[in-house]
């Protein structure tokens, strides 16, 4: 894990770079740091590997304070992928891969082993690029060597510094899957800068957006695009991507409030009465307090109406799937249509029932956005 | 007259060979003894210059001065602190070879991609693995372009030589000019001359092959 307390960098000059920093970044996680540029965001990355000092407050990595690490070593058990690549031009590949194997005075058979395994990781084929300069492979074949080159000594840390932004969309696309690919495997703990909010919503376990230094909000890419913290968050993320998640409606938004409910006390012969009156085949039974209870249905109705002495609470089945008023609709459905439901109760937390999500209003809530302008019927 | 000249040429060469390969040789000889001092000595300026922004530019000043210096009038100046011979011309070629390998080592240095500089040390290489494994090889392309810069120099400075007692195919030249022999100025010209042009050529080379894309 890796964390920051209170963590300022101001410049000899005057120029404060980063306010106070907080934060922590969960082991085998991949933490994207984004923000506008000059955001802070690639000081406080290279505040973990020390290439940056704090004016004041405490890097951990690991539960150590990398201030009492020598740098050179802390850099050793950190990889590190930079946006321009940096290969060393004058080592071939496989040299390269084997850097910081070799400032570890690995034996010569492993690094040759470990070169080959990486390049296979990565994509590449070891038998063709083990052998080339970098300056004979593409932009995208060079970043995927700079990956290797981060991942060579199996370090539990990696800091990517905008890795993939100088590369055209599909190589961009591509290496963002591998990593995703990659990470389930490796699990290691990503740290991960970019300005690119698609990048980030796309690989991040946990986005931290910082402005002007500090950090305005960090949590799950869910979290940001559902609660963004403020304007600025808004104007990040963008009207576009809000608006898609916006658009899904909850559970609240599609659910028929008046739901045809019946208390435990009532009799069966009344209940029978309620279902005719308001054409339904089943009842939902809540207590005085509106708190649910669970469903009868005409069928177990009919089947104990001889039984004088039964009443509604003695027959009530609980209901095996809820949902929560901010469900998302796409997640109802899901329910409904995996446990072939008519309906489906919406409780609040403390399992007060709110309405129905039933077919009926699902098909009206679909001809709500999308209307038939006069067509058909 | 041409003909004539040319058997001449040739009549001089077969009479006096030993001695032009004597003097070839020690004209290569003071060369190689000047260019490696100023290698010991300019490249670890240069490698300070360039860390140094301060000592940089006192450095490049310095050397810049001694290369401004009329090249006869510093051998004389060397002779009157070190005497006549060998030991004051070595010294004057040292100087004049210093600031081309300064300066190309400072440059060479300056030039390496902030990049890969930066992932040098992000991979946790000392600074002293970086200038040894990094900057110096992508550096050394135009530390090999100031030695061969040096070399020229240092080879026709060192024709200098017999002014202050020293050796060298200057001496033949010399003594031409005294002599108004042309056939013994033309020859030990040209070889001064194919000297020079085979240092440019080999440093050429090497400077070729140490360069990275």
């Known amino acids: 894990m890796i964390k920051l307390e209170n963590v300022q960098k101001k410049y000899q000059d005057g120029y404060v770079a980063l306010k106070e920093v907080n934060l922590e970044c969960n082991s085998g996680e991949i933490t994207v740091f984004i923000g506008p540029s000059g955001c802070g ?45 940096g290969l060393f031009p004058h080592m071939n590949i496989a040299n390269n891969i084997a850097v910081v194997p070799r400032l570890l005075n690995w034996e010569e058979e492993r690094i040759a082993k470990r070169v080959d395994e990486l390049l296979s990781v990565v994509g590449l084929d070891p038998e063709t690029y083990r052998s080339r300069y970098p300056s004979e492979l593409s932009g995208g074949q060079q970043q995927r060597v700079g990956v290797a080159r981060a991942l060579a000594a199996e370090p539990s840390v990696i800091l990517m510094d905008e890795p993939f932004s100088a590369l055209d969309p599909i190589s961009r696309e591509q290496l963002q899957d591998e990593l995703i690919r990659l990470q389930k495997d490796i699990k290691k703990t990503i740290i991960f800068v970019t300005h690119d909010m698609d990048e980030a919503l796309k690989i991040a376990d946990k986005i931290v957006l910082m402005k002007d230094g500090a950090v305005v909000q960090q949590g799950t890419p869910e979290e940001i695009l559902r609660h963004p913290a403020n304007d600025f968050v808004k104007e990040f993320i963008g009207a576009k991507r809000l608006k898609q998640v916006q658009e899904i409606p909850t559970a609240e938004e599609v659910m028929i409030r008046k739901a045809v409910t019946a208390y435990p006390t009532r009799g069966l012969a009344a ?61 109802v459905i899901d329910i409904v249509d995996e446990y072939k439901l008519a309906y489906v109760p919406v409780v609040s937390e403390n399992n007060t029932l709110l309405g129905l999500v039933t077919r009926g209003s699902l098909v009206g809530h679909m001809s709500d956005i999308y209307p038939s302008n006069g067509i058909g019927v | 007259m041409t003909g004539n000249i040319f058997s001449e040429i040739l009549n001089y060469l077969q009479n006096n060979w030993s001695t032009l390969l004597l003097l070839t040789v020690e004209h290569i000889g003071m060369v190689i003894c000047g260019l490696l001092l100023a290698l010991i000595v300019g490249i670890p300026f240069g490698i300070l210059a360039a860390r140094s922004e301060k000592a940089g530019s006192v450095i490049l000043a310095l050397a810049n001065v001694i290369q401004v210096f009329p090249s006869l009038a510093l051998l004389a100046l060397l002779m009157v602190f070190f005497g006549i011979g060998f030991t004051s011309v070595v010294i004057g070629l040292f100087l004049y070879s210093l600031l081309p390998i300064i300066r190309n080592t400072y440059v060479g240095l300056k030039e390496v991609d902030k990049s890969i500089t930066e992932a040098g040390k992000g991979v946790g290489m000392t600074a002293f693995q970086l200038l040894v494994k990094v900057q110096i090889p992508l550096a050394l392309s135009f530390i090999l372009s100031g030695i061969r810069i040096a070399a020229i120099i240092a080879i026709g400075v060192a024709t200098l030589a017999p002014f202050i007692g020293g050796e060298g195919l200057g001496k033949e030249i010399y003594s031409g000019i005294n002599l108004r022999d042309p056939v013994k100025i033309y020859v030990s010209a040209v070889l001064a001359a194919l000297i020079a042009i085979l240092a440019d050529f080999l440093l050429g080379k090497a400077q070729k092959r140490a360069r990275v894309d």
């Open chain 1, 41 to 85: 965001k690639t000081t406080t990355m290279k505040l973990i590997n020390r290439l940056i000092q704090p004016s004041a407050g405490k890097v951990y990595v690991n539960g150590k304070d990398v201030s009492h690490i020598d740098p050179v070593e802390l850099r050793r058990g950190i990889g590190y992928v930079i946006q321009s690549v």
């Open chain 1, 271 to 331: 209940s029978i009465k309620i279902m005719e009156s308001r054409k339904v085949d089943s009842l939902i039974v809540v207590n005085e307090n509106d708190k649910l209870l669970g469903y009868i249905t005409i069928y177990d109705v009919l089947n104990q109406f001889k039984d004088e002495n039964k009443r509604v609470g003695d027959i009530v089945k609980p209901f095996t799937h809820t949902v929560m008023p901010n469900t998302l609709l796409t997640q």
